[in-house]
């Protein structure tokens, strides 16, 4: 038994190695397993193919963001049900949220960004824009509560454009932050700004107080 996951593990930490390298279109199985130090029927034995094995290294990282993602998500929503606002104390909670997710981008760099970049030609190839439109149903959610509208029917075109983008911008955030810098220390160091930026964007689009 410790045999078997020996061998998964060696197979594992070698396809991670050849997907970062070649992306998951390039990556050879051959290569896997010569890397790993096994034969190709033996990989069959632990998973189906290609696909399989690529899920295996990004699966359990993607799962554990959208978990951490969540759980912030049903602070939120269960918050708002007593009356939403931008206080000190909100603003705290959800900057402590961000940097909780943070902590779990850079626990699993590696596999983020192969997912991110590499990842063309697996069923992973568009989890950007997934992850947009799960925040996405989240914010136009809470965008009727700020705005006070009664439903979602209430939504104009231009209300769900907006949120639609700023759904973009906070991905986009933590991916600059993933790809250029080095370490969670550095993130979390030019997280404050960034985290400024999006409540500002977040007033400026509810309020409207800038330009009319």
Avoid at 21 to 31: D, I, P, Q, T, V
Avoid at 161 to 189: N, P, R, T, Y
Wanted: charged fraction near 30%; include cysteine; hydrophobic fraction near 35%.
């Amino acid at each position: 038994m410790d045999s078997e996951k020996q061998t998964k593990k060696k197979l594992l930490d070698s396809a991670k190695k050849e997907f970062i390298e070649k992306g998951y279109m390039k990556a050879s199985l051959r290569n896997i397993c010569k890397e790993a130090g096994v034969t190709t029927g033996a990989m069959y034995f632990f998973f189906k193919d290609k696909e399989d094995l690529f899920e295996n290294v990004v699966s359990g990282p993607l799962k554990e963001l959208e978990a951490a993602i969540g759980s912030h998500f049903n602070m939120e929503t269960a918050m708002s049900d007593d009356g939403l606002s931008f206080s000190p104390e909100d603003l705290k909670d959800d900057y402590e949220a961000a940097l909780t997710i943070l902590s779990v981008l850079f626990r699993y760099r590696d596999e983020y960004l192969l997912v991110i970049s590499n990842s063309q030609g697996s069923k992973y190839e568009n989890i950007v824009d997934r992850f947009v439109t799960y925040i996405y149903e989240h914010y136009l959610d809470m965008y009727c509560r700020m705005k006070g509208y009664s439903s979602k029917k209430d939504l104009k075109d231009e209300d769900r454009f907006i949120v639609h983008w700023m759904s973009h911008d906070q991905i986009d955030i933590f991916i600059h932050l993933l790809s250029h810098c080095e370490s969670e220390k550095e993130a979390a160091g030019q997280m404050k700004n960034m985290f400024n930026y999006m409540v500002g964007g977040w007033l400026s689009a509810i309020r409207k107080d800038i330009i009319s």
